[in-house]
């Protein structure tokens, strides 16, 4: 929640901060939901923060996000993009709106993309989670989130001994509940599944590729 609400952990300051007594959610100025992409060969991460909901269409927002204005330059040239991701949230492997979605992305950009989700119980090996939301973590402990600004401030400025630097945009867009995806959308999913372990791993081609 964005406010002048407690958030764990200490700071150093000569007059502390006076912080409310309770989290209620109508105290608050609006939420905050940090969706990130981290590329390990780079060291880099890039977070988009909703102010709607988690869902599977912010997932691959950030994801279209940070291919325009990194990824592309970044891997100019290269028609093939990984995506290693958990196994449940907003990019559910289950989820038939994160593949839908992913299919958008892939025809938009004449992208192959391939995903492996780590199975359940598994997230504690995602680098995402100890080499890019930890450091954000650490980074900000201690101080009251209490606006969208600060938040991106905090994710901006987090880096580590390692060379790790981090971008952040706000992303106000709506993304509402409870979308369903029909039968015939989910029939139009160029998805070819992997031999083994297929329900975690798979590969979304361009409709184009597929004609041809």
């Known amino acids: ?8 952990g200490r700071t150093w300051r000569q007059q502390p901060l006076a912080v409310l007594a309770t989290d209620f959610p109508s105290d ?5 939901i940090p969706y990130g992409i981290y590329a390990p060969q780079r060291n880099a991460g890039y977070v988009i923060v909703g102010t709607s909901h988690e869902t599977a269409e912010v997932a ?7 291919w325009i204005r990194l990824g592309r330059r970044y891997y100019a040239g290269h028609h093939y993009l990984l995506i290693e991701a958990d196994g449940g949230g907003a990019n559910s492997c289950r989820s038939w709106l994160w593949k839908t979605c992913l299919q958008a992305l892939a025809d938009e950009f004449q992208l192959t993309i391939t995903v492996t989700h780590l199975p359940p119980g ?6 995402i989670e100890h080499r890019l939301f930890g450091v954000i973590t650490q980074n900000w402990a201690g101080q009251p989130l209490v606006s969208y600004e600060t938040i991106l401030k905090f994710i901006r400025t987090t880096t580590t001994e390692t060379g790790l630097s981090c971008r952040a945009v ?15 959308e989910k029939a139009l999913v160029n998805l070819v599944p992997y031999r083994l372990f297929p329900q975690w791993n798979y590969t979304i081609k361009p409709h184009s590729e597929a004609r041809e």
């Open 170 to 184: 706000l992303d106000r867009r709506d993304y509402p509940t409870g979308r369903k995806i029909p039968a015939q």
């Open 28 to 32: 608050a100025d609006g939420k905050a």
């Open 122 to 127: 598994a997230l504690k090996w995602n680098p």
């Open 60 to 66: 691959v927002a950030a994801i279209r996000s940070w």
């Open 1 to 8: 929640m964005v406010g002048p609400f407690r958030n764990a």
